[in-house]
């Protein structure tokens, strides 16, 4: 495994490169295109053989939900610019994907075992510490959700 802050360096990502507390707000849209207030928390671990991002995200609003999803990922091999992941979201089967790095994006296509889940996630590095992610969430061909969130670091 490559050393995770020269690669931070190299890519320029602080995001998933190094752990820490990222605070998240923005706008998230259920299927019928109706906006919520979207916040939460993420926190990223690192051990030599696993990172992990737990977040906790709160969407208000009518029916105020919160979700809790703990990703597992593989960490990068040393000059890759890509990784998998996998999560366990509390809904009926586990979430796949990938983490690929392309200049100031961190892209993350995935979808559930079945195929059935389906979506990708695109978090762009705006400043400092700051990420947009702009992402959505499929069920087959229905598109089921949308956000538009921004990530700041915190401490």
């Not at 690669?7 to 906006?35: C, N």
């Not at 366990?88 to 892209?107: A, H, K, Q, R, Y």
């Amino acid at each position: 495994m490559g050393d995770t802050k020269s690669m931070a360096e190299t890519f320029g990502h602080v995001y998933l490169f190094e752990p820490g507390l990222w605070t998240m707000d923005g706008l998230y849209f259920d299927e019928g295109g109706v906006r919520h207030r979207q916040t939460g928390e993420l926190v990223t671990v690192h051990t030599p053989d696993l990172w992990t991002i737990e977040s906790r995200i709160n969407i208000s609003g009518q029916d105020t939900r919160d979700f809790s999803t703990r990703y597992e990922i593989e960490p990068f091999a040393s000059g890759a610019t890509h990784t998998q992941w996998k999560s366990e979201t509390g809904g009926p089967e586990s979430i796949f994907g990938l983490f690929v790095v392309v200049e100031d994006c961190l892209m993350m296509p995935w979808q559930s075992l079945s195929g059935v889940h389906w979506g990708q996630e695109v978090l762009t590095r705006s400043g400092v510490g700051e990420y947009l992610s702009r992402g959505f969430a499929f069920l087959k061909d229905r598109k089921v959700s949308a956000w538009a969130v921004k990530l700041i670091r915190q401490g």
